[in-house]
């Protein structure tokens, strides 16, 4: 492709898209939002009058077609990615695609196998892993410095009563509870850190999910295969948002509080051991850019040439997969 600047459109423009998506489309380089799409025409065309979007779209497959998109970024509920994906995939629209993403594994596969029929590139939200805090939490744990990594854990909750997402726990729409929506956060960020992949993964839901509803709290262990056990926490009935990462090693441990954050300082501890109590405690701050721009920036240079993120479809269906064992409770 020889334009410098790609012109995208967001499906399921909700206060998320509003809040983070279309801004970060604007500052991020070579990139520009000319479209939206919410499923009321009315609500449609004010958004994209408040924020001066150009074209404005109830259907997906009108915006999809049209030919002043060249990508989407598709922020809407987690059970209608798949098809959304493969409309704009088979409109040769390249696509974003927001964590999680499907409602599991052989939609996600049917994803990347679209996508690929029609050569367009597809990426998935996990944002976190692009951050400077986690990689240098990755660089730590690769140095040595803490010796040789044994465990790990990760958590991310929050209070989904002050959601606008009513259909969280709803899992004809949601797919799964924290789990999907926030654990999967975690579990990338893990194998990111770790460079391994789980072969063993065991969960303790609550409640159990049924057809109709998904878990609202959520234990996952994992043992990867070089031997390293990491657990992950999530939830929805928290009193408030935290996120948090540790990793535990033979002769230290580096651990993260609001490992998640974006555009702001987060601070890493590592702690070095003897015996019974801590010998030492560095503490290092580290600034976070936008993550979302990062994120639309990064796929803009992919889309125009550049090197494919690692948070491309296929990574994306190895956490699907994942997860998908994490909820199998039916």
């Known amino acids: 492709m020889q334009q410098r600047t790609i012109r995208y459109g967001i499906i399921g423009f909700g206060r998320f898209a509003e809040r983070a998506i279309a801004p970060a489309i ?8 000319v479209a939206l799409q919410k499923r009321q025409i009315e609500l449609a065309r004010a958004k994209a009058d408040e924020h001066a979007v150009p074209l404005a779209f109830h259907s997906v497959g009108d915006l999809v077609r049209h030919p002043d998109v060249d990508a989407v970024f598709i922020t809407s509920a987690n059970a209608v990615h798949c098809t ?8 040769g629209k390249h696509v974003i695609v927001e964590k999680p993403m499907a409602m599991n594994a052989a939609e996600a596969a049917r994803m990347i196998d679209a996508c690929d029929a029609h050569q367009v590139r597809l990426m998935v939200g996990h944002m976190v892993r ?9 660089q730590i744990a690769d140095s040595g410095m803490i ?30 509870g924290p789990i999907f929506d926030v654990g999967v956060h975690c579990l990338d960020t893990l194998r990111f850190i770790l460079d391994d992949e789980p072969v063993d993964v065991a969960s303790a839901l609550s409640p159990l999910p049924t057809e109709e ?18 657990s992950i926490f999530c939830s929805y009935t928290a009193p408030l948002r935290r996120s948090f990462i540790e990793i535990v090693g033979t002769e230290g441990i580096v651990s993260a509080h609001d490992f998640t954050v974006s555009a702001q300082t987060g601070r890493i501890t ?29 796929f803009t240079r992919w889309i125009l040439g550049g090197p494919k993120p690692a948070i491309d479809g296929g990574n994306g269906l190895r956490n699907q997969l994942i997860i998908d064992r994490a909820i199998a409770r039916l």
Request: glycine content about 6%.
């Open 147 to 176: 010796g040789t990594v044994k465990a790990a854990r990760a958590e991310f909750f929050y209070d989904a009563r002050m959601s606008h997402r009513t259909w969280l726990i709803d899992r004809a729409i949601a797919g799964g």
């Open 213 to 230: 509803v998904t878990e609202e709290s959520a234990f996952v262990s994992l043992r990867f295969t070089r031997g390293v056990v990491a």
């Open 84 to 91: 959304e994906t493969i409309a704009a995939a088979e409109a």
């Open 130 to 138: 692009l951050s400077p805090l986690v990689k240098r939490v990755k």
């Open 270 to 298: 590592v702690t070095k051991g003897k015996g019974d109590r801590a010998a030492a405690t560095t503490l290092e701050e580290v600034i976070v850019p936008n993550l979302y721009i990062e994120e639309v920036s990064i």
């Open 26 to 33: 604007r500052n991020a380089e070579n990139s520009a939002l």
